[in-house]
């Protein structure tokens, strides 16, 4: 038997209704429970699903909707008796978990005076009003919500463009604020790669990607999924590549997005090659036709897009001295020597000064040198570097001390037959060359890549860590050590044609230098997460204003700006 029962005025998130639906299909004798608030929209899924009726005809949107398919002799009482129960338990565990908790926007506001961000997740249908006040009264904003109009999205973000504020959304499931997950989000290393993405899946995707790299994420700005296309403009991906550009934490930038507006993408490409720091973009389900343009790299998959980030990333931008010029590389494996000196010439257009490569300079012109200390001239009587790094220790003070030098290039090769602590034998000399050049007024920076595996005796993750504790940019293999090299150089050397940059607006600084401080209105999950993270948060507990009567709502609206 399919009926309908209705509970006037008693307004839940969607996830509560999906997990009280789930319980109450449980019930003996009962086939199946839809619980929706009845908005035209759920009213049309219910029709569709049977459970058509005069009562469904009659629902109001702020009322609580259950269609009921039971077997014969089952009461539909007895099923509507256990949901009032069940929001009653509900009600119950919410007001014992500590959250917490206010019915109205200014209640809110009184817990939390200093609440800088709101985290929207209710009917689309009421996004535009509710944020819109949420504005006026300065707060950023992340709308989690979809089925907002795009009319109401422009609307909302020119508002807030004009007020020095976000909006992030519609439809935005992922962001990670001064780290800060929201929504839909992992929880990833703190670092120097700041995100803008009209994706949210792929915003997860490049975070974890950067992560399991060993980068870190500075901010993660989510835009929803229109933001760059022809309607809206790209107001927001505007507002979040200016943030990232003057924010300290951040030293590279990655774009997500579908491929967008052809006149919005030219805008953005634009602003993106005039900013200090390189970006990174992936404009999914489109080939790059080139690697690199300018300030930007672009890449095909987001996979790619995180290596990119990682190897451009670093410890971030060096400022080199008038003197620092030249790519220094001491190698103990020659095919990766070659492969450093074939990637410098390609980026750089450099010949070699010695085409004979003699004395192991498998890369010599101006002061650029890659060098193979496993060439003959340095392996007569006495052990190949691989297995006595004693040489290589030798010559670093030399490189060090050379006021051309801008980067120093290392491999660190274990595994059998190598010696048994690489890294560890190069510390000293690292540590001591970096203090020199400081002393000397010049910065130096030592890019490396370890070639081996964890179960390698030596500990691939024990080398790792000593190289990084000596202040050693690591990176997860060769090329990507040698393009990070090239790239230092280029940042350092290019300078910014976009002039000062503008300031960011007061309240978007605040919210990436001290974090969130969350106004959660929608689903109490969302604030339940940051509560528990030990993140300052407020549950509005958020119900349509008169029931969700539109005619109602306009006249208190009216009455309320009279």
Same mark, same amino acid.
């Given at each position: 038997m399919l009926t309908t029962a209705i509970k006037p005025n008693t307004y839940q998130d969607s996830v509560s209704l999906m997990l009280l639906s789930q319980q109450l299909t449980a019930l003996p004798g009962v086939n199946k429970v839809s619980v929706m608030m009845g908005?035209?929209?759920?009213?049309?899924?219910? +029709?569709?699903? #049977?459970?058509?009726? /005069?009562?469904?005809?009659?629902a109001q949107p702020g009322d609580l909707v259950l269609g009921v398919d039971v077997e014969d002799g089952t009461d539909v009482a007895y099923v509507v008796t256990q949901a009032e129960e069940a929001l009653k338990n509900q009600a119950s565990r919410s007001a014992s978990s500590g959250l917490r908790t206010a019915r109205s926007l200014s209640r809110a506001l009184k817990i939390a005076p200093d609440a800088n961000l709101a985290l929207v997740s209710i009917p689309g249908q009421y996004v535009a009003d509710e944020v819109a006040g949420l504005l006026e009264r300065d707060l950023n904003v992340m709308i989690f919500s979809d089925n907002v109009s795009i009319e109401d999205e422009l609307r909302l973000k020119?508002?807030?463009?004009? +007020? $020095?504020? *976000?909006v992030m959304g519609p439809d935005c499931g992922t962001a990670s604020i001064h780290g800060v997950p929201l929504a839909f989000a992992n929880?990833?290393?703190s670092g120097n790669i700041g995100i803008v993405g009209a994706s949210g899946t792929g915003v997860q995707e490049v975070m974890a990607q950067i992560d399991q790299l060993g980068g870190g994420v500075s901010n993660a700005i989510g835009?929803?999924?229109?933001?760059? $296309?022809? &309607?809206?403009? #790209?107001?927001?991906?505007?507002?979040?590549?200016?943030?990232?550009?003057? %924010?300290?934490?951040?030293?590279?930038?990655?774009?997500i997005s579908k491929p967008p507006a052809?006149?919005?993408? %030219?805008?953005v490409e634009s602003y993106a090659q005039h900013l200090t720091k390189p970006v990174v973009a992936v404009f999914l389900g489109e080939k790059p036709p080139v690697a690199t343009d300018g300030n930007i790299v672009y890449?095909?998959?987001?996979? !790619?897009?995180?290596?990119?980030?990682?190897? *451009?990333? @670093?410890?971030? +931008? /060096?400022?080199?001295?008038?003197?620092?010029?030249?790519?220094? @590389?001491?190698?103990?494996?020659?095919?990766?020597?070659?492969?450093?000196?074939? *990637?410098?010439? %390609?980026? *750089?257009?450099?010949? &070699?000064? !010695?085409?004979?490569?003699?004395? #192991?300079?498998?890369?010599r012109s101006d002061g650029h040198e890659i060098i193979d200390l496993g060439d003959d001239a340095y392996t007569q009587g006495r052990p190949h570097p691989m297995i006595d790094p004693t040489a290589r220790a030798e010559r670093l003070p030399a490189v060090f001390d050379d006021e051309g030098t801008a980067v120093v290039l290392?491999?660190?090769?274990?595994?059998? $037959?190598a010696a048994d602590d690489p890294a560890g034998a190069l510390v000293p000399a690292i540590t001591e060359g970096l203090e +020199?050049?400081?002393?000397? @007024?010049?910065?130096?920076?030592?890019?490396?890549?370890?070639? @081996?595996?964890?179960? !390698?005796?030596?500990g691939y993750d024990d080398q790792v860590a000593k190289l990084r504790d000596a202040h050693v940019t690591v990176l997860p293999n060769n090329a990507a050590a040698v393009r990070h090299a090239l790239n230092l150089l280029a940042t350092s050397s290019r300078p910014s044609t976009a002039g000062e940059p503008e300031p960011t607006p007061a309240r978007i600084a605040q919210l990436l230098q001290d974090g969130p401080t969350v106004l959660n209105i929608g689903l109490r999950s969302f604030a339940e997460t940051l509560a528990t993270a030990g993140v300052a948060t407020v549950q509005y507990d958020w119900a349509p204003v008169a029931g969700g009567d539109s005619r109602l709502t306009g006249l208190l609206r009216a009455l309320d700006n009279a």
């Open positions: 908005t035209p929209a759920n009213k049309d899924i219910l +029709r569709a699903t #049977g459970f058509d009726s /005069p009562e469904l005809a009659s020119r508002t807030a463009h004009e +007020r $020095g504020l *976000l929880v990833v290393s835009l929803g999924g229109r933001d760059l $296309g022809a &309607d809206i403009g #790209g107001i927001m991906c505007l507002q979040a590549l200016a943030t990232l550009e003057n %924010d300290p934490a951040t030293s590279t930038i990655v774009i052809p006149a919005v993408r %030219d805008r890449a095909y998959t987001l996979a !790619d897009a995180a290596a990119r980030a990682v190897e *451009l990333a @670093g410890r971030g +931008r /060096p400022t080199f001295s008038p003197t620092q010029h030249w790519i220094k @590389g001491l190698y103990t494996g020659g095919t990766l020597a070659n492969e450093a000196a074939m *990637l410098i010439r %390609d980026q *750089l257009g450099v010949t &070699d000064s !010695d085409p004979a490569h003699a004395k #192991g300079y498998v890369l290392l491999d660190i090769v274990i595994g059998f $037959g +020199r050049a400081a002393q000397a @007024g010049r910065q130096v920076v030592v890019v490396a890549s370890v070639c @081996g595996t964890s179960r !390698d005796f030596q």
